[in-house]
């Protein structure tokens, strides 16, 4: 039994070694390196694959429920020589062959060498939950399959996952839009943006989970004379090494523009799933802090997993853009899970729900007609075990500022950061001079103000490339402003 866990772990590693980002992928689906979420140097290093081996070894640590620093003492000694042995066998693999023979062949040789291996003494761990763990994770991360993807008309496109895909939901795929459209709707999937690092609300990050049974992820935008593109410009990228299934997931909302009174939507979210992720993923470190030198990209540090180690049961909290009518959440036979509101913040008190309960459906009601407040999937952040005063807190925020800039560049150019005072959210403001003559400015404004006015206004006064033109847009995210035109 122990030979295969040996199997399991260095296949892994000598695939985890050989994949690069890739850069140029327009229109079609690109790897993402293994490492995406932020994690810790783990202290047993593994010779030939030094900080390389993280995804898998925490996937096999999951499935085994032994914590990763165990499985990577384990493994240590004996990784090297069966990567060696394997080497002329694995040549096609480590190439990104995705011929199922060449994968045989490789597989092949790593059983053979370790059925001669030295036996490795693990109590508790028996052969059926090693070959469980050896068919969920090695041969989907072996297969090299990338999904396919296909603009089916300028505004929808159909993305196929690989059949054979990381057990669990251990993947995610993001969709990354030019620029985010007033409305972007997914089916078959969920997202996760709040768990992503260095997505845009503009970008979609999306998994699985065992409500969906299609593996086809379909999306369609709805467009504006401000954000029009070609779906074959989107840019879809896949990453194997996310714990999607540990991590709440929203599902797409609103349906339409206007909304409707009420959306509705689900969460769902196991947290059986992500206490057993936190208990055996022992290396691992807290997300690093956002930096707010000068002006740049957006960036969230996001990890699964959350500052306060041994809280049970979990809350959820739920932080929108801005202040919705109501919202409501329910468990999936209705009963009312309690929600309690603050502004922008809610905080969904799980406690009363049954553990084994991971699906809440919610409805919403914007409030759109009255204060143009609106928002999708990408935008609302959960935060798990929100800390104590999480709901009450006054955030201050980051926006980028600048005055009467003549294009976005010259904006960041000569504009800098501010946080601004509590209260305060990010405004920005483009004017049309003249035909060719744009000037933005960028700036923190009071909250009420910058919703309440501004974004009615806007609908009158906003047509980008007439003359007069004044857009003005409004967000409470930090850097939220980075796009004049589309802030969210
Ligand atoms: C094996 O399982 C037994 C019973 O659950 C437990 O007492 C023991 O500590 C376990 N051993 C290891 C090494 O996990
Ligand atoms: C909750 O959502 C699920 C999935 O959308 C649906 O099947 C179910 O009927 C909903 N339950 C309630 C009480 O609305």
């Known amino acids: 039994m122990v030979l295969h866990l040996k199997l399991v772990l260095t296949t892994l590693c000598a695939l985890g070694c050989l994949l690069e980002t890739s850069t140029a992928c327009r229109s079609e689906v690109c790897r993402r390196k293994r490492s995406v979420i932020t994690q810790p140097q783990i202290t047993l290093q593994l010779e030939g694959c030094t900080g390389r081996t993280k995804p898998w070894l925490r996937q096999v640590s999951y499935c085994l429920d032994k914590s990763s620093a165990e499985v990577a003492l384990k493994i240590k000694s004996w990784y090297a020589r069966t990567y ?13 062959t995705r011929d199922r023979s060449n994968i045989g062949t490789c597989v092949d040789c790593f059983k053979t060498h370790l059925l001669t291996a030295d036996f490795m003494q693990w109590e508790n761990v028996t052969f059926t939950e090693i070959s469980d763990c050896l068919d969920r994770y090695i041969y989907a991360a072996l297969s090299n399959e990338v999904p396919s993807y296909v603009a089916e008309t300028r505004a929808r496109g159909k993305i196929t996952l690989p059949q054979l895909r990381p057990a669990n939901n251990w993947w995610s795929l993001t969709v990354k839009l030019p620029c985010k459209p007033p409305l972007f709707q997914f089916w078959n999937a969920y997202c996760i943006n709040s768990f992503a690092d260095d997505v845009r609300a503009r970008d979609f990050v999306l998994t699985q989970n065992k409500l969906v049974k299609s593996r086809n992820i379909i999306f369609l935008a709805t467009f504006s004379e401000s954000c029009r593109f070609d779906v074959n410009d ?18 797409s909302f609103p349906r339409s523009i206007p909304p409707a009174a009420a959306e509705f939507g689900n969460i769902f979210f196991n947290q059986a799933a992500r206490e057993r992720l936190r208990r055996t993923d022992t290396a691992r470190l807290s997300s690093t802090p956002t930096s707010s030198r000068g002006p740049k990209r957006r960036r969230r540090n996001v990890d699964i997993t959350d500052a306060a180690i041994d809280i049970t049961p979990i809350n959820l909290g739920v932080k929108m853009p801005c202040t919705v009518r109501s919202f409501e959440v329910s468990d999936e036979i209705g009963v009312p899970v309690s929600v309690q509101s603050n502004g922008k913040r809610h905080l969904l008190d799980t406690s009363r729900i049954l553990r084994n309960i991971d699906t809440l459906n919610f409805t919403l009601d914007y409030g759109y007609s009255m204060t143009g407040c609106l928002f999708g999937s990408s935008e609302a952040e959960f935060v798990i075990n929100p800390p104590p005063g999480w709901l009450a807190a006054q955030e201050r925020i980051q926006c980028y500022t600048c005055h009467s800039a003549n294009s976005e560049a010259e904006c960041l150019r000569n504009g800098r950061v501010e946080l601004c005072p509590a209260g305060f959210q990010c405004q920005s403001e483009t004017r049309q001079i003249s035909i060719n003559k744009i000037t933005i400015t960028k700036r923190c404004k009071q909250s009420l103000a910058c919703e309440n006015n501004y974004i009615n206004n806007n609908r009158e006064q906003c047509r980008p490339g007439h ?17 004049s035109l589309v802030c969210t």
């Open 234 to 251: 989107v840019e879809i990228v896949w990453s194997e090494s996310v714990p999607a299934f540990a991590a709440p997931q929203v599902s």
């Open 467 to 483: 003359q007069p033109s004044v857009c003005r847009c409004c967000c409470g995210t930090h850097f939220c402003n980075d796009d």
């Open 84 to 96: 060696t042995l394997c080497s002329s066998s694995c040549n096609h693999v480590r190439a990104g």
